[in-house]
């Protein structure tokens, strides 16, 4: 069951009915069966006893860390309780990978395969519930939390339905009062949880899910392409993964928001920054600040005697793992490391750019922020190249020919033409256009993510309700044939 089904949309109403009319102390329940529900229906069982298992594990860890007084015991318990979600995580998702690349280190020594290679499963969640699992044990370590009592608060925390899939990696001290606090219908709740849920429908089915046919058909046969086909499938992956990842993080507001719960917003226009750093302040925003908060910042104190080049050596190691995370591949190790390597050169390079945007009267101008804009997108589009392509070799090849043939294409109308459709009519383009139209005014012209949100229910209600009617129809009427996987379940 995903946002976008009709299972979903059958189940979303159904739950929220039973959770209306059930008595304040016993709504926990009714959303901790509706969470375990939604996720039984991926129809792969040891999923829930993976999910179990992190939950009893943290919740007991949790307990053992808060009662002991002596520091090197509160320790032990926060390492063996964190060590046994890591081996969790790494059994689900990282097993095959270590054990191949394990296997071919012996078969260049010994020169023939030894290790068995289990085979990949599906880990759908695993990745997101066991790092919220771990932040919670960190901060009832450090005393920024108090352990909870109640196990089905507790399992509710880790399992609620909205965010167990895809996130936002919600900390403790955030999520779990709104979960013991006594419901009262909120109309304004209701009604912007809809078109939030809405507009992240409009993201993911209406444009997302068309730029991934073209992406498809130029990453799913790399060889075939030269020159401009691979810069456009990149830039549209570039577009598609933001509109499918952002679309997935409306939906999952929007829900919540029914229920008067506020989850974290994982993005805030992130193509508008201006560095890469503040591309993830602004990208993912709930797995970055995880990220800084239990990664970064530990290595960076641990470093802080080598000064600039222990802030370097922190942003690699933490970008190593952040790849590690999002995929068990190398792939994603290198697009990890390529934002490590980004963030590092800039630490490094500061200094020199003061002096350099000193000396060119640029600071503050409007022409240096579009040229960081500029450069920042075509960064972060150049590593989405790793994160997308299905091995290193398809990488390597799209790198390597990029630029290859540019020239004809471009001076050729009817191969420039096809160079552009890619899988796609132009019907199909003409709707993405204008779509993407529609986001930047909504989304790109306010200066807070989700403004538009709030702006248009300050508007009268015949206009409310004209806007909602569209939307509704665009969606209704040109939706992509075909649904799309999200993105992010892979991770």
Do not use: C
Not at 186 to 213: E, H
Not at 453 to 469: D, G, N, T
Request: charged share 15%; glycine share 6%; hydrophobic share 50%.
């Amino acid at each position: 069951m995903v946002f976008n089904s009709v299972e979903y949309f059958l189940f979303l109403p159904a739950i929220y009915l039973i959770f209306y009319f059930t008595p304040d102390r016993f709504r926990w329940i009714v959303l901790l069966s509706g969470s375990i529900f939604f996720y039984a229906s991926l129809m792969q069982p040891y999923l829930l006893l993976v999910l179990f298992g992190v939950m009893l594990t943290t919740y007991v860890f949790g307990k053992l860390i808060a009662v002991r007084s002596e520091e090197k015991e509160k320790k032990i318990f926060f390492w063996i309780g964190t060590g046994i979600n890591l081996a969790i995580l790494v059994g689900m998702k990282y097993l095959p990978f270590i054990t191949e690349n394990l296997d071919l280190l012996l078969k260049a020594i010994f020169g023939k395969s030894i290790i068995p290679i289990p085979p990949v499963i599906v880990s759908i969640g695993v990745s997101f519930y066991v790092f919220q699992a771990i932040s919670y044990l960190s901060d009832v370590y450090l005393e920024i939390q108090e352990p909870e009592r109640h196990f089905g608060y507790f399992a509710l925390y880790i399992s609620f339905f909205p965010k167990i899939l895809q996130g936002p990696i919600e900390r403790a001290n955030s999520l779990l009062p709104q979960l013991k606090k006594p419901y009262e219908f909120n109309y304004d709740n209701m009604r912007s949880g809809l078109l939030l849920f809405t507009w992240g429908l409009f993201k993911k089915v209406v444009i997302a899910d068309r730029l991934a046919v073209l992406v498809n058909t130029v990453y799913g046969n790399v060889s075939a392409y030269t020159g401009l086909p691979l810069i456009v499938a990149t830039y549209a992956y570039a577009i598609q993964i933001y509109m499918d990842f952002s679309g997935y993080t409306d939906m999952a507001l929007g829900t919540a928001r029914l229920f008067n719960i506020n989850l974290t917003d994982n993005f805030n226009r992130p193509y508008l920054a201006t560095s890469v750093a503040e591309f993830w302040r602004r990208w993912h925003i709930s797995f970055s600040s995880w990220l800084q908060d239990y990664l970064f910042k530990p290595l960076q104190m641990r470093m802080r005697n080598w000064k600039t080049w222990g802030t370097v050596l922190a942003l690699l190691i933490t970008f190593f793992i952040s790849g590690l995370w999002h995929g068990a591949a190398w792939t994603f190790v290198i697009w990890g490391l390529l934002h490590g390597l980004y963030m590092a050169v800039a630490v490094l390079y500061k200094p020199l750019q003061k002096k350099i945007y000193k000396k060119l009267k640029l600071n503050g101008t409007k022409i240096l922020k579009l040229w960081k804009i500029f450069i920042t997108f075509n960064l972060v589009s150049f590593a989405w190249i790793f994160f997308r392509a299905e091995s290193l070799g398809d990488s390597g090849w799209i790198i390597t020919k990029l630029f290859t043939g540019l020239r004809a294409q471009l001076g050729s109308l009817s191969v420039l033409t096809e160079s552009l459709k890619l899988g796609l009519g132009k019907f199909d383009l003409a709707v993405i256009a204008v779509s993407l139209v529609i986001v930047m005014v909504f989304e790109f012209t306010n200066k807070a993510n989700n403004e538009h949100l709030l702006r248009l229910q300050e508007k009268p209600i015949y206009f409310r309700w004209i806007v909602y009617y569209l939307l509704v129809m665009w969606v209704a009427l040109f939706s992509a044939t075909g649904s799309q996987e999200f993105v992010y379940f892979r991770f």
